[in-house]
């Protein structure tokens, strides 16, 4: 038995019983049981679940921490949070980003014109908006129109001509100017393998000497009133906290000076993202250095430090850290579709009368291993496997004595790991990594683990059930797009081993984590593959609900959002069966209800899983 490295990565969001990963919250759901229920109606290739309560732990948590760290540093600056939209911008993942936020008054962030009016409907009355990202007039306007509609925005310049299209706007229009944040370029860079945000060649922000001229700007076109932000962003999932610290240290000065110069109006630093999540599966805390608490109490006791130091108020704190936030609670389920050694199955094999002698031995060892000779007769086995492959090459035994050898070595090889698997050899394990079993999974990687694809960013994986048992074959897992690239290898240094399961007999899904950040908009339609079918999950007392079922796009749906007309695409399809000669008009018909059935389904696959 294994535990996946559960309590490396689930931070207690999940358990092990009876064999199976629950939920650990209320009535603790097995997380196959939703899945067998969603399948009982048909669903078919990957699912993604969402768990809205995961999300409340995270913003309560975030929101917690920080004011633990406030109280204890007595600090007297206010504590806001926003969910940069890039993170997840899916309807059901940002409903249940407000409404699970709605208490705390947890706000957005937007990064685009499209986020921006995401933000402006999506936001709950009160919640602040922050905007970031290029800008162009249009995009300022909005700005106007949704502080001029009573939000609580703030438009962050990441450069002097934005501040000069900000000035132009107000000139022209008499609608409300909203708040002005400032985006400084600092010289310390972040950590991990997303910082490319901070550092002196960073794509944003304002340099010091900017900095001076966007004040001189703002006095002069009589809006420093609405100068009210600093902000600086080092990178998402930081992997070490000193760099925070440099940033924090670097910023607090900025804000200070800021004052000093005369930025009266000026009150809230804003830290950006860069919370990370612990992605890992087998080292404790390599994603990360620190902890959430580590991280509030780090901001709030420099930031006071500095302040203090200055004689400057204690600015109110704002963080977009949105990773944190959504990483944990969409989970992917991938049904296993095939076992590449499958083919190895002991009622394939096909003796003839008079069995070759090796073919003799082997089926002895086969039948004879036990606990005790486990490695010796494995070690026979081996030896005559080689022999045998000698033989078939000169010509002396045929395919049918070697299709026998394959089978009867596999399985004397797989008992023989059940066998030792409490106690393994090196040799072993040597064994079970030079003879991996190959899972090919109901789904793309490129659609729902981009990450992986581009970065090599591991996700913790497991299956949901069979957790009883000692999992024993090294596994590499296949995506089903016709790409070579869609694999994760076995990686020895991280291994993953699975169960050796007959799919002939029963289902085995896999379950990868921590995905509701960025892997869904960033996910790609690779062999026209699209984001799996999706459901909220809401978990009660005593039970559970499902809700916000949005399935996988249909074959036509795909093909039309790429701008093909689906109309014309099946009737042509249809045309073409209809001017086909059939010979019976029944065939006629079910074939065309079998074509119209296979339009309407998603792309992923349809076998028994
Ligand atoms: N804020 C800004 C300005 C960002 O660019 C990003 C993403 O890189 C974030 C917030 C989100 O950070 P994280 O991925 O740590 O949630």
Redesign the pocket.
């Known amino acids: 038995m294994k535990n996946f490295g559960l309590d490396i990565w689930s931070n207690n969001n999940f358990i092990i019983e009876d064999g199976q990963i629950k939920l650990n919250y209320k009535s603790m759901p097995s997380i196959l049981q939703i899945v067998e229920e969603i399948r009982s109606d048909d669903v078919r290739g990957p699912i993604l679940l969402r768990f809205p309560h995961l999300i409340k732990r995270q913003i309560k948590s975030l929101y917690s921490y920080f004011d633990k760290a406030m109280t204890e540093n007595s600090y007297n600056g206010n504590f806001n949070a926003v969910f940069?939209l890039?993170?997840n911008q899916f309807p059901h993942a940002v409903d249940a980003i407000t409404s699970q936020g709605a208490q705390f008054n947890y706000g957005l962030?937007a990064?685009s014109k499209a986020e921006l009016i995401l933000a402006m409907s999506k936001t709950p009355s009160g919640a602040h908006i922050t905007v970031?990202?290029f800008k162009d007039e249009e995009m300022i306007t909005l700005g106007f129109i949704a502080a001029q509609s009573g939000h609580n925005l703030t438009i962050t310049i990441e450069g002097l001509g934005e501040l000069e299209t900000i000035i132009e706007v107000a000139k022209k229009c008499d609608l409300k100017v909203p708040n002005i944040g400032i985006r400084v370029r600092l010289h310390s860079a972040g950590s991990g393998i997303?910082a490319k945000?901070g550092g002196m060649d960073a794509k944003?922000g304002l340099t010091s000497t900017e900095i001076i001229e966007a004040v001189r700007l703002l006095r002069e076109e009589n809006l420093l009133q609405h100068l009210s932000m600093i902000?600086f962003?080092i990178?998402?999932?930081?992997s070490d906290i000193a760099p925070l610290k440099r940033a924090l240290r670097e910023a607090g000065n900025i804000y200070a000076e800021l004052k000093k110069m005369g930025a009266s109006s000026l009150d809230s630093i804003n830290i950006?993202?860069?919370?990370?999540v612990e992605y890992d599966q087998h080292t404790h805390s390599k994603s990360r250095n620190y902890s959430v608490e580590e991280f509030s109490s780090s901001v709030v006791f420099l930031l006071k430090e500095i302040m203090d130091a200055k004689n400057v108020k204690h600015p109110d704190i704002y963080t977009?850290?949105?990773?944190?936030?959504v990483a944990s609670h969409a989970v992917l389920i991938t049904p296993v579709l095939e076992l590449f050694t499958q083919d190895y199955q002991e009622k394939l094999l096909n003796f003839k009368e008079v069995n070759p002698p090796l073919i003799k031995e082997l089926i002895d060892l086969n039948s004879l291993l036990n606990n005790k000779n486990c490695i010796e007769y494995l070690h026979d086995a081996l030896d005559h496997m080689e022999s045998i492959l000698t033989l078939f090459d000169l010509g002396y035994i045929d395919l049918q004595d070697r299709s026998n050898a394959e089978i009867l070595v596999h399985n004397i090889i797989k008992r023989a790991l059940y066998l030792t698997s409490s106690n393994p050899t090196n040799e072993l394990e040597q064994l079970q990594v030079r003879l991996q079993e190959r899972y090919l999974i109901n789904a793309s990687i490129f659609q729902s683990l981009p990450d992986y694809w581009g970065l090599n960013q591991h996700f913790p994986v497991m299956p949901l059930h069979h957790l009883n048992a000692t999992p024993i074959r090294a596994a590499s897992l296949w995506d089903i797009t016709c790409d070579s690239d869609g694999e994760i290898g076995f990686n020895p240094e991280k291994p993953l081993y699975l169960h050796d399961v007959n799919l002939d007999e029963e289902d085995y899904f896999l379950g990868f984590f921590n995905v509701g950040?960025?892997q869904e908009t960033l996910g790609m339609n690779h062999n026209l593959f699209t984001h799996p079918s999706e459901y909220t999950v809401y978990i009660n007392d005593t039970d559970y609900t499902i809700t916000n079922k949005v399935e996988s796009k249909s074959i036509l749906d795909i093909l039309e959002s790429l701008g093909y007309n689906k109309d014309i695409l099946s009737d042509k399809l249809k045309n073409d069966l209809l001017a086909s000669e059939f010979i019976t008009e029944k065939e006629k018909n079910d074939t065309l209800a079998k074509l119209e059935l296979y339009l309407e389904q998603n792309g992923y696959l349809r076998t028994t899983n």
Request: charged residues 15%; glycine residues 24%; proline residues 3%.
């Open positions: 940069p890039k993170v962030e990064g970031n990202g997303w945000s944003f902000h962003h990178g998402s999932q930081m950006g993202g860069g919370l990370a977009e850290s949105g990773r944190f936030i950040a960025y």
